[in-house]
Nanobody, 125 residues
Framework: QVQLVESGGGLVQAGGSLRLSCAAS????????MGWFRQAPGKERELVAA???????YYVDSVKGRFTISRDNAKNTLYLQMNSLKPEDTAVYYC???????????????????WGQGTQVTVSS
C-alpha cells in the first residue's frame, strides 16, 4: 500500500522560502513519477509540479522560476523548494503518486491516485 507523508509546511512572509518533503513507502519509489498538488480555500486542487522517473519536470505557469521539484530515490523522498513565496501560494500542499490504470501521462493531474495528508502553507503579506 502506497503511503505518503508530507512535512515542512508553515507560516512565512511574502518573499520567503519553504521546503516541503514527502516520504514515500509501499512500492519502488524510483519506478514512478511523483507530483505536488495544492488546494486553496474555495478553489480546485491543482497540479503544481511533477517529476518523471527520468527526471523530466512539469511546473504550472504560476510557479515557474520560483519552485523547484526534486527527488532522492535513495531516500524515497520527494521535495518541493519554494522561493519568493506570494500570498497567492497559500494552500494545503499534497504529495501525490500515480496509480492504476496508468492511462494518463505523468504530467496530467488525473493520473494521480495516491495522496498524502497535506501540509498547510500560509504566506502573509
Amino acid at each position: 500500500q502506497v503511503q505518503l507523508v508530507e512535512s515542512g509546511g508553515g507560516l512565512v512572509q511574502a518573499g520567503g522560502s519553504l521546503r516541503l518533503s514527502c516520504a514515500a513507502s509501499g512500492r519502488t519509489f524510483s519506478s514512478y513519477a511523483m507530483g505536488w498538488f495544492r488546494q486553496a480555500p474555495g478553489k480546485e486542487r491543482e497540479l503544481v509540479a511533477a517529476i518523471s522517473t527520468g527526471g523530466s519536470i512539469y511546473y504550472v505557469d504560476s510557479v515557474k522560476g520560483r519552485f523547484t521539484i526534486s527527488r532522492d530515490n535513495a531516500k524515497n523522498t520527494l521535495y518541493l523548494q519554494m522561493n519568493s513565496l506570494k500570498p497567492e501560494d497559500t494552500a494545503v500542499y499534497y504529495c501525490a503518486a500515480p496509480g492504476p490504470p496508468y492511462s494518463s501521462s505523468w504530467y496530467q493531474p488525473n493520473s494521480y491516485r495516491y495522496w498524502g495528508q497535506g501540509t498547510q502553507v500560509t504566506v502573509s503579506s
